[in-house]
């Protein structure tokens, strides 16, 4: 063996011991919420101490390299594993969300410098975050809140969606192994092996899990809202696009389907109805049908849509929560080309496609007499959810007042509401918008509590 082949079997040695130690809490039999609570407090502690923002960084970027070998495989994992979603889209998304991702860099403090001396404003960790992991975008939502929460000088207990348990479990395991060879605590980053609800109560109720971030529907966001602690809540949206008679219909069309479409319409602030200004209807339909979009005319085939996608109750059915456009169609015996991305049906405003939060590529199509009629129709079917909604005008004053009115965490124009996640844009990714609490498009920040400084009399330099 050559020199350099030896120091490899070591490092492979070493890796793989590693891998051992990391694994065995994650996959015990027992999962005792106590001793991960210990564990992480323990970890937290020196994290803050002896990890400095430097360092941090550094070990962020360490991160992020070790994950994109997995982008893939994560991402076929998440699809095998949930049955949900498409593999080209989730590839898409663990990408931004690794390389877009704010790290410590985001950090900034606040300084106020008066005539009685220096205020200083610094985020400071809150401690032990329990994040509660939604199954729509698991190992995703795990990259993003495991950077923003250690960015910010946390330790994080994740509680996985038993519907995708094993891709969790396992970009948490990544992400630990670089901990690990970083010299990082044992502990700064874990994850329930058994996220039952009886355990999930433990982990919040927990005196020393000092914060809740809640990523997930209205169940989970109002535990997180009533656990009697500090809460990130992000959750569930009921995005509308409304589009003008002065819209770009090349745009709008393509930006439409591309946007409903995305993992099969499983993230949040994709686009779930479709509000659209009759005189451009039509036109409008046509440039989505040369993106992908397939619509159901037939009143027979749409009722049989209707009971094979919806329960008895209206609620949509799960088996058919984030499945490509194609496999709807053959459940209700029609067979369409594979670019076939998007079904659009039109509705009336009160049909349960419009109402619920259908998480499918199944798209309604409301027409409306003109922009005031759309936009009141929009308010409404937004549900007052505060999430997230779309318009494609070109008219300022409709742009500026829709954006005023809705009053959306995310308002896009123009442009898939996936935009404002941070994928094909400028600004940073997150995958944890907290609606319900108002910190919005979390970042390392969010997961921070600000403390204040006050040197009397001193420290100024002018
Ligand atoms: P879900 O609410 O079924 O589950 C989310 C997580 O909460 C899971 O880990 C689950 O085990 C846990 N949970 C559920 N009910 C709970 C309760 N009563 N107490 C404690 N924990 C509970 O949601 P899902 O199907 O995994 O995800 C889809 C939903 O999440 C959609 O409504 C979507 O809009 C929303 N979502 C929101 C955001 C956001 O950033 N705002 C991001 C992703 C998903």
Redesign the pocket.
Known sequence: MTQSADIQSIVQQVLLKLSDTISEPQRGSVCDVDKYVADSVKAQEVWHRDFGLDRRCQIIEEIRADLRPHVESLARMAVEETGMGNLRDKIIKKSVTIEKTPGPQSIKPNAISGDRGLVLEEHAPYGVIAS??????PAA?VIHNAICMIAGGNSVIF??????LNVSLHTVQIICQTLAACGAPDGLVSALTE?S?EN??KL?KHPQVKLIS???????????LTSGKPAVG????NPPVVVDETANLDIAGKGVVDGASFDNN????CEKELIVVNCVADELKKRMFENGAYELKDKKEIELLERTVLNEDHTPNKNF?GKDATYILEKIGLKVPASVRLIIVETTEDHPFAQE?L?MPVLPLIRVADFDDGLAMALRLEHGFR?SAVIYSTNIDHMSRMAHEIDTTMFVKNAPAYCSLGADSDCPV??????ATGQGA?SPESFCRMRRCVLSGAFRII
């Open positions: 509660i992991i939604p199954c729509t975008n939502t509680a996985p969606h038993p519907k995708a996220p609800m999930l109560g919040m809640a990523t997930g529907g209205p169940g989970v966001v109002q535990a997180a992000a959750g569930p949206g499983l993230l949040c602030v929560v939060e998480l999430h997150t995958l944890t918008i907290a609606t979390t």
